[in-house]
Structure formats: structure tokens, C-alpha cells
């Protein structure tokens, strides 16, 4: 009996350790779960850092990604353009070139129209048709061949009367100028063309006083003083009267006048 209680105390004691025992795992599972629990959170955490991490590390690679291959695209474009910029340059400056040619041309053109209108007007002023025939003369209809050359006898009419200056730019209007008289011949034959009119009138020709003595319009000198009587004097310019010879008049005077011009050789 007394093993028996013997063994039933063991037994007890066995039963309390293993109460003991069965109670200790019992608070120990409490902590266990309580740790690892905080264990799974960090980790939850760490997880969580990690993935926003590695969302920003993609996001940011993929942004430098973007950003690297725009910059590529720009200075792809970058050079397009310059390659196309030099391109319109060269151009352009082919198109400067040909427009210059292309001035060149049209002043050619017009200068040619301009050169064809006066061979026309030439062929029509000297070899007028007549009878559906050109015959053509050394001076315009209206003009008188005297040698080798053509003179106009302007005999307007009172309020076209002209002064001397008016007098010349008319001739020069008729690729003409006032009568610059050579020869006593010449002057012979002006003077029986200067019908006297209006009491003692006369016409103009290109002889005037400039820097105090009588010049002709080309410049040269009156040589034969005895051509005019008159001494010179400033503002003064000589007008051809019939029988009269030359007479010195005011250049501001209104007369009529003669105009000279080459002959055409035909
Ligand atoms: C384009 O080229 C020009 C001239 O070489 C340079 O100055 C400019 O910075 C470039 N721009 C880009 C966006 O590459
Ligand atoms: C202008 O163009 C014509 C025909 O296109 C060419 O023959 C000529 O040489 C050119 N002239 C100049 C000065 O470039
Ligand atoms: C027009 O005539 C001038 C001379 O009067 C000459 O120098 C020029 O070459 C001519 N132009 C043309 C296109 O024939
Ligand atoms: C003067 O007129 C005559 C007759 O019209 C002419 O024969 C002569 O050639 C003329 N002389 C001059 C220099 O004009
Ligand atoms: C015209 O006369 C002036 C003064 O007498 C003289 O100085 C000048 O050399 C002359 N001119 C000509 C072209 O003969």
C-alpha cells in the first residue's frame, strides 16, 4: 500500500509537474503569438517600405526613362532642324541667286522692249509709209535736211512763245538741241529761216553769255565777234532775226525757236 501511495504521490507529482508543464507552453503561447505578431507587422511594414520603394525606384526609372528618351527626341529633332535650317539656307540663297538672274533678265527684257519701241519709232519717224511703200530720209516729216543736219522751225503761236531755257528743254524733248551755228554759211542760211515777226522778234538759238562771254550750248566760244553786236552781258541769250543777223536779248523773253539735230545716214 504504501508503494502504492508512493507511487500514486510520484504520480501526483508527476501530475502537478505535468500541470506545471502543461501550464508553462500555456503562457508561453500567449508571448509567443503576442512577438511574432509584431514580428509579421514589421515585416508588414518593411514590405510595405520595400513595394513603395521599389514603385518609386520604377516610377523614377521609368521617369528618367522618359525624360532620357524625350532628350533624345529633342536633339533627334534638334538636329532635323539644323540639318533642315542649313538646308533652306542653301536655299534660299539659291533662290537670291536666281532672282538676281531672273532681274537680270526682265531688265534685259525691258531693255529690249525699250530698244524695240525706239527702233520703231525711228523706222516710223524717218521711213514713214507712203502708198503702203517705206521710203525713208535723212530727217523727220517737218524737220529740213540742210547737210547733215535736221532743223525744226518752231513758229508757235503767240502763248507758246518760249524763253530760252523753255526753248531748249522743247528741243531736247525732240532729241534736239538749240541751233549751235559752225559756219557763216550755217548762219547765213538760220538767219533767212528767222522770219521777223511781232515787230522786231526773232529766234532762239543756243548761244548765251555765261561767266560775262557768249558761249555756244556745246561749250565752245563765240569766236566771230562780229556775229552779235551787243557785248555780253549775264542773263543775256542771242536770238536769229531775218536780215538782222544775231541780237542779244533777255533769256527770260518769250520767243520762237529752232531746234537741230543730226542727220540720219539712209
Ligand atoms: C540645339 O542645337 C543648338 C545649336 O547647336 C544648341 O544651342 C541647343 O542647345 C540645342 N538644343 C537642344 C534641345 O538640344
Ligand atoms: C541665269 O539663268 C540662265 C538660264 O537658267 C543661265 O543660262 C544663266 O547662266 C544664268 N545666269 C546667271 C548669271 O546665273
Ligand atoms: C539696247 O540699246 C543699247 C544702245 O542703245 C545697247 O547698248 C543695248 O545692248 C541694247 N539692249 C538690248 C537688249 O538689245
Ligand atoms: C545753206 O543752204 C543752202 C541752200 O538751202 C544749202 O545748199 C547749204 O548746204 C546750206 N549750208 C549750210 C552750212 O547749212
Ligand atoms: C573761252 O574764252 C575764255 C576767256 O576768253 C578762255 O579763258 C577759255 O579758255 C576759252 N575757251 C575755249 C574752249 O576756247
Redesign the pocket.
Known amino acids: 500500500m504504501a508503494v502504492k501511495k508512493e507511487e500514486e504521490t510520484i504520480y501526483d507529482d508527476v501530475k502537478v509537474k505535468h500541470k506545471a508543464t502543461e501550464q508553462t507552453p500555456d503562457t508561453n503561447n500567449v508571448s509567443i503569438d503576442e512577438r511574432s505578431d509584431s514580428r509579421r507587422h514589421h515585416y508588414q511594414q518593411l514590405a510595405c517600405c520595400l513595394g513603395t520603394f521599389c514603385v518609386i525606384l520604377v516610377l523614377g526609372i521609368i521617369a528618367v526613362t522618359v525624360y532620357q528618351k524625350q532628350v533624345m527626341n529633342l536633339t533627334a529633332e534638334n538636329h532635323s532642324l539644323r540639318e533642315k535650317n542649313e538646308q533652306l539656307e542653301a536655299q534660299n540663297k539659291g533662290l537670291e541667286?536666281e532672282k538676281?538672274?531672273l532681274t537680270?533678265?526682265i531688265r534685259d527684257i525691258s531693255w529690249n522692249n525699250l530698244n524695240i519701241s525706239r527702233s520703231q519709232w525711228s523706222i516710223d519717224a524717218y521711213c514713214p509709209k507712203e502708198n503702203n511703200k517705206r521710203t525713208c530720209k535723212p530727217c523727220q516729216n517737218g524737220w529740213d535736211h540742210v547737210e547733215s543736219s535736221c532743223y525744226a522751225v518752231n513758229d508757235a503761236v503767240r502763248d507758246q512763245w518760249k524763253t530760252w531755257e523753255e526753248a531748249q528743254e522743247n528741243c531736247r524733248e525732240k532729241c534736239s538741241d538749240l541751233p549751235v551755228v559752225i559756219n557763216e554759211e550755217e548762219k547765213k542760211n538760220v538767219s533767212e529761216n528767222s522770219w521777223k515777226y511781232d515787230g522786231n522778234k526773232g529766234y532762239w538759238i543756243g548761244l548765251r553769255v555765261e561767266d560775262g562771254i557768249w558761249k555756244w550750248l556745246d561749250g565752245r566760244n563765240l569766236t566771230d565777234s562780229s556775229w552779235i553786236n551787243q557785248p555780253p552781258s549775264d542773263g543775256h541769250c542771242a536770238i536769229s532775226v531775218q536780215n538782222e543777223g544775231f541780237k542779244s536779248v533777255n533769256c527770260n523773253e518769250k520767243n520762237r525757236w529752232i531746234c537741230k539735230k543730226k542727220a540720219v545716214v539712209v
Open positions: 541667286t538676281e538672274n537680270e533678265q
